[in-house]
Structure formats: C-alpha cells, structure tokens
C-alpha cells in the first residue's frame, strides 16, 4: 500500500468503522432524534450554538434564536454582512483550530462584517451516518436563524455567505435548500465536501447550485479507496476548483508526518490523516490573508490536460480567483477549474504553458526526453527546471507542456534550454555518428529546437523565442541552447 493509499485508508476506516458500529444503536439514536424535535419547538431552543466570533479573549458570544437580546449584547450589527463558519464532523467533540484562524482572517481583512461559528458539535459528533442525517437538522436550525434575523432586525438573507467545511458544506447546502420564501442565500463555499453518503446524490440530498445565489467548492481529497473518497469529487457548485488535481495535495505526504508531530505532538498523526481534506480551508484563509497572491484557476477538461498547459486561457472568463474574492457568476452549469499550488501558504504559483517544437534528426530513434531550462525574467531567474515530458522525443513535433513557478520572474527575456545528456547517450549518440554516414552536411546531426512558445496564465502574456544563434543550432547530449525573444521576427515575417 502507497502512503497516499494508506492516508485515505485511515480516514475512511474511521468513517467505515462508525458505520458499521452505528447499525446496532439504530433505535436509541432514532429515540434521541425525536425528543430532540419536541425539545426544539417547546423551547425554541436550537441544538445549534450560533457563536458571534469576537476578536477579543473571550473569543465568541452566543446568540440564541428569538433572544433579540443578545443581538444586542453580542453587537451584532444588521447593516453588515454575515459570514457564517460551519464545521464538519467531529471526531473529537472540540471545534478544530482552523475554525479561529479562519474566523481571524475573516475579521483582520474585513472588519466591517459579522462572523458567526454555527457550533453543531453535539450532532456532529456522532458515527458517521448519524452526522451525516443530522446534516439536514443542522442546515434547518441555520435557515430558522436566518429566518428569524430577517424578521427581527430585517437582515437579508443574500448578504449571508456559509462557509462549510466537509459535512459542513452540504449543512449548508440543507440551509439553503430548507429556507422559506423565494430569495436565496447570497453565498455558500463548501470546503471539500464531504463525499462518503453524498457522492452521486441527487442535488437535494447534497451541496449543490442551487442553494444560494452562489456557490463555489474546492476539492482536495478526492484520492479513491474502495470506491470511496473522503472529499466529493463530484462538482456541486457553480464553480468547482480542483487544486493539483483535488485527489492529494502537495506537502502531506505521510513522511512529513515527523513535521506534523514535531509542531502538533501526537496530534500531528490526525494532523496528517486530514492534512489533504484540510487545504481546503488553508487554501481559502490564504486568499484572505494574501491579497496580492491570490491563485488563479483555469477552466479544463481534467487534470491530464491542464498538466499539458493546454488550458490556461483567460477568455471568455474561462478563469477565476480561488477563495474569497472569488468572481461571483452564476452559470448554467458547473465548471471544473484547475490550479497548482505550493505545499504552504502562501500556496500561489504562476503557470506558463510551454510549445517546444523539436525535429530529432536520427528519425525512428525516440530520444529520452531528459531536458531542463533555465528561464530568465525581468524580476528573478528560474533555474534548472525539470521539463515533465514523459513520451520519446520523434521525428518533427511541438511538445506542450506546464511549468509552474514559485515566484514571480516578471516578464520573460531569455530561456536556456539544456539536453541532460548521459554518460550512456554520450556513448550511444558517438555511435550513431560512426555507423550513420552523413554526407548532406557537415554538421554531426541532433535535436533541433526551432521554437518555444510561451504563454503565462496569471498574465495571459505570450512569448515566442528564437535560437540565439541561427549558425548553430543543433543542441547534442550535455548541451544548452540560449533562445531569445523574437515575438518581432515572427510579426515581421507574418506581415511579409
Ligand atoms: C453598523 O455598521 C454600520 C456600517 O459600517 C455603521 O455605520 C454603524 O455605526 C454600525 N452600528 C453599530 C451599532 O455599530
Ligand atoms: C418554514 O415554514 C414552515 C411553515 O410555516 C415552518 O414550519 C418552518 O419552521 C419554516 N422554516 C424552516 C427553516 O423550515
Ligand atoms: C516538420 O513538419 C513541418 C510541418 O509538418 C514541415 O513543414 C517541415 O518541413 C518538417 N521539417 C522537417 C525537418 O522535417
């Protein structure tokens, strides 16, 4: 087993584990369930803590449904938008630390907005499939706050935006489907929704558009094991990002569990099992706390694609922000945006789609694609980056392939262009010079690299570069190619 297998492996376990233990306590919990309704109506007296986070040491301060009290006491304040946290399910029975932070970077960027935690934890922490029901309990006890604000202090419903993670996500969606009158809610972010109990769903019975206004998801853990995935992968909102493919993020690998334990203690061992699951939530404090790196995602197909940098247009708003300053448009149907990242914040890279045309003069011979470059721009350099091509260089093709970039090189000048020749190639190529007689020309045949293609995606800039050198333009084994700009060349020659 991979540890990427064996990562998914443990957190479904855990929800497996709660299923089957679950069946034979069916009846107590379906008793507990009923009371739990009386309760409610007698008392108006939600299960749901609806906590206004304060930046302050007592940290929140509750608001109970049909108290206008406490509106009062908590300063909430009705002319300033609502963001609303909701939670997943709990292992534990304690709110998880991202809760705070995510709650923090709310508050820091946005002064000027109400932020609610909507504590679920006593249904939330239950074996799974009971969590998973009491989804829609917790998503109507949401809709009856919002209801009862809109009434009480006439705070309208298309400025609340929820943020669920996991469970959370469709406890949202419930929210939104189960709230009375016509409007809808203005925003819903579901944080890899949960996927166990929703995955292929109908659109009722999980997150889905139109629960709101707005809804967009992001998907990190949708890595497969036995049928099952941790985070859904289907697509459930108007836009759904699948950062580095949504199946595993970088950086949680089981070997950083040592780091994991190092900063958490024993903690770090659950700290790596919900590491992926968890990105979600950083990816978005990230754009919260990161205004001037925020991750462009580009519409695709699928991942395979989008790796050969097939899809980094902007037209048409084919592309969007991640996370909060996300372009809220309502399409007719979902849409699928990819993205790289980091493996931490701030998590942001820049993608460059690269077409080399190479013509490999010993034909029927597929060369080993082992090249790398080093990009110059305007800001930074980039140094020896491994070129991800996987097929046998040809006869006479263009290869596309993606690039990502930590930083921001600014714009591009110069690429140098390397064959990672081998002692073996080396001693191969000498061969085919000796058993091949070459009579046309004098030069010792090789790769020709003609052309390189650039195109950013956060720029949407384009490149062309030219050999640096026309004389010389056969690149051997262990050799590097300067190429130029010649965006010129190719206008002038076009204008011809
Ligand atoms: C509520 O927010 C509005 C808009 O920022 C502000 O003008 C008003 O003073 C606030 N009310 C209270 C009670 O703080
Ligand atoms: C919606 O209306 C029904 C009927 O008036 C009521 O019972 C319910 O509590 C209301 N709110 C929600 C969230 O269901
Ligand atoms: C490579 O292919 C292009 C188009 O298919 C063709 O025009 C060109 O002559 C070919 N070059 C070589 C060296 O085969």
């Not at 906590?51 to 302050?56: G, N």
């Not at 790796?307 to 037209?315: A, I, V, Y």
């Not at 690269?354 to 080993?368: A, L, M, T």
């Amino acid at each position: 087993m991979t540890s990427l297998q064996l990562l998914s492996f443990l957190l479904l376990s855990c929800i497996i584990v709660s299923a089957s233990t679950y069946e034979g306590e069916e009846e107590e919990a379906l008793g507990s369930q009923s009371e739990h309704t009386t309760t409610t109506k007698e008392q108006q007296n939600l299960e749901t803590k609806f906590r206004l986070y304060r930046d302050t040491a007592e940290g929140s301060c509750q608001i109970f449904v049909n108290q206008l009290e406490t509106l009062d006491k908590c300063s909430f304040n009705a002319s300033l938008p609502l963001v609303m946290i909701v939670h997943g399910w709990s292992v534990d029975g304690i709110l998880e630390s991202w809760i705070w932070k995510m709650a923090a970077a709310l508050k820091s960027q946005h002064n000027q907005m109400n932020v609610i935690i909507a504590d679920w934890l006593t249904l939330a922490h239950q074996h799974y499939p009971i969590a998973v029901r009491n989804t829609r309990t917790t998503g109507q006890e949401i809709a009856l706050f919002l209801e009862w604000l809109e009434e009480s202090v006439q705070f309208s419903r298309s400025n609340a935006h929820l943020i669920g993670y996991s469970l959370g996500a469709h406890v949202s969606g419930f929210a939104g489907s189960f709230i009375n009158g016509t409007k809808k809610i203005g925003r819903i972010t579901g944080l890899d929704p949960a996927g166990p109990l929703f995955e292929g769903m109908s659109p009722t019975d999980r997150l889905s558009p139109d629960d709101a206004n707005f809804v967009d998801a992001i998907h990190t853990f949708t890595k497969q094991h036995m049928g099952l995935s941790v985070g859904i992968k289907q697509p459930v909102a108007h836009f759904d990002f699948y950062p580095n493919g949504g199946t595993f993020q970088p950086g949680c690998h089981i070997l950083h569990v040592y780091n994991h334990i190092a900063q958490f203690g024993i903690a770090g061992i659950t700290q790596t099992v919900k590491c992926a699951h968890e990105r979600s939530v950083h990816l978005f404090i990230d754009s919260l706390l990161h205004k001037d790196k925020q991750s462009t995602a580009y519409w695709c197909n699928d991942i395979n694609t989008f790796n050969k940098g097939l899809c980094l247009s902007c037209k048409k708003n084919r592309c969007n922000t991640l996370g909060y300053s996300i372009r809220e448009e309502r399409l007719p149907k979902s849409r699928r945006l990819f993205l790289k990242t980091r493996a931490y914040t701030p998590f942001k890279v820049y993608h460059y789609q690269f077409k080399i045309h190479i013509i490999n003069e010993i034909q029927g011979k597929p060369i080993d694609p082992a090249f790398t470059m080093s990009v110059a721009g305007t800001k930074k350099d980039a140094k020896n980056l491994h070129i991800p091509l996987v097929e046998g260089i040809t006869g006479n093709k263009t290869y596309s392939f993606l690039i990502t970039l930590d930083t921001d090189i600014g714009d591009l000048i110069m690429i140098k262009f390397k064959w990672e020749g081998t002692p073996v190639w080396e001693n191969i190529w000498d061969t085919f010079q000796t058993i091949i007689p070459w009579t046309k020309g004098t030069h010792r045949p090789g790769l020709i690299v003609k052309a390189i293609r650039v195109k950013a995606g956060e720029t949407q800039q384009k490149y062309t570069f030219c050999p640096q050198s026309i004389d010389n333009i056969h690149l051997h084994p262990s050799q590097e190619k300067t190429f130029v700009r010649c965006e010129d060349l190719f206008q002038r020659q076009n204008r011809k």
